[in-house]
């Protein structure tokens, strides 16, 4: 089975909303129009378009959209591939946990997505 995606919000103003997709490339950020999970406007560093992920096969690329920048695990990023689990900081107080599940484990669990 194919693997997905889950972003889930460990701290901030949308603590605890859940995000998932079978979207080839999604973008997180502040705007409604342009963003397919839209983060509150709590937090003014978070950018329109923060960041976006692209699935290429089994593999998810982060690639940040920011002049506010962003970090995974601590460490500033611009380009790089996700691991489950990842730690993505956006803002001045918003981190998002990165998931990798297995979509049979996410239809039998509905509160994912």
Not at 34 to 42: G, P, Y
Not at 51 to 77: Q, W
């Amino acid at each position: 089975m194919p693997l997905k995606p889950l972003l889930v919000v460990e701290e901030g103003p949308d603590r605890g909303r859940q995000f998932s997709t079978d979207a080839v490339q999604f973008r997180i950020g502040r705007s409604s129009e342009k963003c397919d999970f839209v983060l509150s406007d709590d937090d003014s560093a978070i950018s329109r378009e923060h960041f976006a992920v692209i699935r290429r096969g089994d593999a998810f690329l982060f690639t940040n959209l920011s002049r506010n920048g962003s970090t995974i695990n601590g460490v500033k990023a611009d380009q790089t591939l996700l691991k489950n689990n990842d730690l993505i900081k956006v803002g001045l107080q918003t981190v998002i946990r990165f998931a990798v599940m297995d979509s049979r484990d996410m239809e039998a669990n509905p509160s994912f997505g």
